[in-house]
């Protein structure tokens, strides 16, 4: 600005936009004495001005030494690492403190007499980065104005810049007052303000604008900082007035806004792969003119470990993935790689310098271009103009994400120091959403392995029916979710069916999936029937619920599920059936009919209602479909249950079609659609046990009883080829309507049925079942269920609405040669 200029500056309001005001501000002499001294700087170091001014900087600055004087220590500085730099200064607890140093020379009349030192606690300006790089000038050694005046406000020294500033000469400015350099009602106010601070000793920040000769007419801003100075008695000994020029700070502090509302977005998604191309758009083009985003290969999946920093000091770098890439130009000229691709690299390529380091690296002037390490990518750098590279890392809780690369080819501004603090701070919000991206990536494929894992990997029937089914997991934004279903074969060549759905998604609901599956298959070896069974599996759920409470860890999700579970007996064709809250099955008749039982509903597992739950007998002719499934295969975003059990019905009409194939045609009604719950279908087809392959008599309750039993069984199996298996099965039947004699006073039943195995049923009217026990030397009995066992496949009991019933299976010989005949056996006359 010129002399003239200056009558039209406008002061602004009192602010502290540069950190002016927090800064402590010291006057040393050529010899390193204090001659001055701040507030700030006693607040940063503990000495009052009485205690310091006058002696040696190197009680407060060790790093003075033995430095000859200012003008020497500050050659040292630059000789070393550059100017200005971190350091620490001892506080007068005697700890020391991390602080960012700057010394600017300033001159009076008779040459280069003082120095000011500029102190920034570097501990309070890590702790709000973007605020740090938002200080401009000052904090981001940019030519900063110094002034110092006396108590009359006569100017003492000065420095170069703040002619650049305000358009005043040093010989205009030295010895006098601003109103006698430029006389004017601007000058008097700025003056005024100036005797405040010498007054009350607090420092005090205005914005001003003006316009320089090179600003083309357009308004420069300006901070300009006023700090009163002590003397060694504390007495006030004038006023140092700092300039700053916070148009490049405005610049900043606009890039910061946009990025603190645009990185707040990061965080809206659990795609890995979203949240790197949302970084990349982001940075392109307030940062760079292009930009790539290249994860660790594991990360996009969650799978493995993260890499730790420093991890690949002794050995080669991880292998990295483009995730994410946005530029100015259209095509993304400037790489040739697609999402997912590996990214070629050179062991002294930026990338492999910052992924072994994990440090950031800047490049401001690209010679030859060395991005990605590949001769072809490195002409295509230099055709697009590349001329300025940050490859900053990508870390978060000390692990190794990725890299993001910056480059710069259309604007042909280098990149600055600014610049990658603030690559570094958005890298860094950036990372926190790609981490949670990750978690959750690698929590929804631990949940799916489990989940894939707990579900059963091959469905066995037996023969009583044919099975297929399909397991669709959620969408990667909803999780798993806890759907499970099973086939159990039971005896009497019965089979169960069950279909659940655990409320929630993730592993914890994966894990309570897993618990009620083992427990329902538990409680089904029990043979309980289904609304038994059910009522079980109720209080195993609150238990669940109860255990989650009592954890001095919350729980991730409530614990609840729905559930139907039906058994079907080939020998009646009759499917016993109860649901808790759960969908009700679709039935498909051998003719195409389909029809949604209106089975009671039930109360989800868990509520706690204690309503009982009930069983329901429906016949199912052979050849009957019975279609079991949770509800995101019927319900989606769009489109009601009902309409999803209509689609279902249509697509089952066929009933003669091959499972598989049904339960395509089935599930392909939802997948093309984006579900928010994982989509289960288990499609069961009933065959029937034919009367040639069952056999069953009526015996009286009665010693006569045992033999007839024993003949009748050993007739049967000749009649189907199973001779070899007649001793053991003759023993088997003789201990069985033992017992039941023994124990029951109605009649008794025999049943062989040949389904894949022999079993033998005995039913009789006794309620108790049998156990096992061990009997002594000089017990009489007591040893035929221990006999039983050892002798057959497996053994159990379950009870009936009459009684209960007994049954043994044993294996068929390898080749039976059965002969099944048309009718069983009559029991003969005794």
Excluded at 135 to 142: T, V
Excluded at 626 to 646: F, K, N, P, S
Aim: proline share 7%; hydrophobic share 40%; charged share 20%.
């Amino acid at each position: 600005m010129t002399t003239e200029s200056i009558q039209n500056v406008t002061l602004g309001k009192e602010f502290n936009g540069l950190g002016i005001s927090d800064a402590a501000f010291a006057l040393f002499d050529e010899v390193g004495r204090v001659v001055g001294w701040t507030q700030t700087a006693e607040r940063l170091v503990g000495y009052g001005a009485g205690d310091i001014v006058g002696r040696a900087a190197t009680l407060v600055v060790p790093s003075f030494g033995a430095a000859a004087g200012t003008s020497a220590f500050v050659e040292r500085c630059v000789a070393q690492n550059g100017w200005p730099g971190a350091t620490a200064v001892r506080h007068r607890g005697g700890h020391l403190v991390d602080v960012s140093l700057r010394i600017t020379a300033l001159r009076g009349q008779d040459g280069p007499t003082r120095w000011l030192a500029s102190l920034t606690d570097a501990g309070a300006l890590s702790g709000d980065v973007l605020s740090g790089l938002a200080r401009g000038p000052l904090l981001a050694r940019a030519p900063i104005g110094v002034v110092v005046r006396d108590p009359q406000l006569r100017c003492t020294v000065t420095n170069d810049v703040m002619e650049q500033h305000d358009g005043i000469p040093a010989d205009r400015r030295l010895g006098r007052r601003i109103s006698e350099s430029l006389p004017g009602a601007k000058a008097e106010a700025l003056e005024a303000l100036m005797r405040q601070v010498l007054q009350g000793g607090v420092a005090k920040v205005h914005e001003y604008r003006a316009w320089l000769p090179t600003a083309q007419g357009r308004e420069h801003p300006f901070a300009w900082g006023y700090h009163c100075l002590q003397g060694s008695d504390g007495e006030t000994v004038g006023v140092c007035v700092i300039s700053a020029d916070v148009t490049e700070s405005r610049r900043m502090r606009e890039r910061i806004d946009t990025i603190s509302e645009a990185s707040a977005q990061l965080g809206g998604s659990l795609d890995v792969m979203r949240t790197s191309q949302g970084l990349a758009d982001l940075a392109v083009p307030l940062l760079a003119d292009y930009a790539a985003v290249d994860l660790e290969q594991s990360v996009p999946f969650g799978e493995g470990p993260a890499v730790r920093l420093g991890a690949t000091t002794g050995g080669g770098v991880p292998v990295l993935r483009r995730a994410g890439q946005a530029s100015i130009h259209p095509g993304v000229p400037e790489s040739p790689l697609t999402h997912g691709e590996a990214v070629p690299m050179s062991s002294t390529s930026p990338l492999a310098v910052v992924l072994r380091t994990g440090k950031p690296f800047l490049e401001r002037h690209l010679d030859r271009p060395r991005l990605d390490g590949r001769p072809a990518l490195a002409h295509g750098s230099h055709e697009s103009g590349m001329h300025s590279l940050m490859v900053v890392p990508v870390r978060v809780r000390g692990a190794l994400l990725g890299v993001v690369m910056f480059v710069r080819t259309r604007n042909p501004a280098p990149f600055q120091e600014a610049d990658l603090l603030l690559a570094e701070e958005l890298v860094n919000r950036a990372a926190l959403a790609l981490d949670n991206a990750r978690r959750y990536a690698r929590e929804h494929t631990a949940a799916l392995a489990l989940q894939r894992t707990l579900l059963p990997r091959r469905l066995s029937g037996g023969t009583a029916v044919e099975t297929a089914s399909r397991y669709l997991p959620a969408d990667l934004d909803h999780g798993v979710g806890g759907d499970w279903f099973d086939v159990i074969p039971l005896s009497g060549a019965r089979v169960a069916f069950v279909v659940g759905d655990v409320v929630g998604h993730g592993l914890h609901a994966a894990a309570t999936m897993g618990t009620l599956r083992a427990a329902v298959r538990t409680l089904a070896d029990m043979d309980l029937p289904p609304d038994k069974l059910l009522a079980h599996l109720d209080d195993t759920v609150q238990r669940l619920a109860e255990e989650d409470c009592d954890d001095p860890d919350p729980a991730p999700g409530a614990v609840g599920a729905t559930c139907l579970y039906a058994v079907y007996d080939p020998a009646t064709g009759v499917c016993s059936m109860a649901r808790a809250g759960h969908l009700p099955p679709a039935i498909v008749d051998p003719q195409g009919h389909v029809t949604f039982p209106d089975l009671p509903p039930g109360a989800p597992l868990g509520i706690g209602l204690g309503d009982p739950f009930e069983t329901v007998e429906l016949e199912l002719p052979e050849g009957s479909l019975l279609a079991l499934y949770t509800d995101g295969l019927i319900e989606t975003r769009d489109r009601d249950i009902e309409d999803g059990m209509h689609r279902l019905g249509t697509a089952l009409k066929d009933p003669g079609r091959p499972l598989e194939e049904l339960c395509t045609r089935a599930t392909d009604t939802v997948s093309g659609q984006a579900s928010c719950d994982d989509t289960t279908l288990l499609l069961i087809r009933t065959r029937s046990l034919p009367p040639a392959q069952q056999a069953s008599w009526t015996l009286p309750n009665d010693e006569t009883a045992v033999r007839s039993a024993r003949d009748l069984a050993a007739r049967q199996l000749t009649a189907w080829g199973l001779d070899g298996l007649g001793d053991s099965t003759k023993l088997i039947v003789s201990e069985l309507v033992t017992n039941a004699i023994r124990h029951s006073s109605g009649p008794i039943r025999l049943c062989l049925k040949q389904h894949g195995v022999l079993t033998c049923e005995v039913s009789d009217t006794d309620t108790c079942a049998p156990r096992p026990r061990r009997a002594r030397s000089t017990d009489e009995n007591g040893r035929g269920l221990l006999l039983i066992a050892q002798m057959s496949r497996r053994w159990g009991s379950r009870l009936l609405p009459e009684g209960k019933v007994v049954w043994v299976e044993q294996d068929l010989p390898a080749a039976s040669g059965s002969r099944p005949l048309s009718r069983p056996l009559q029991p003969s006359a005794t």
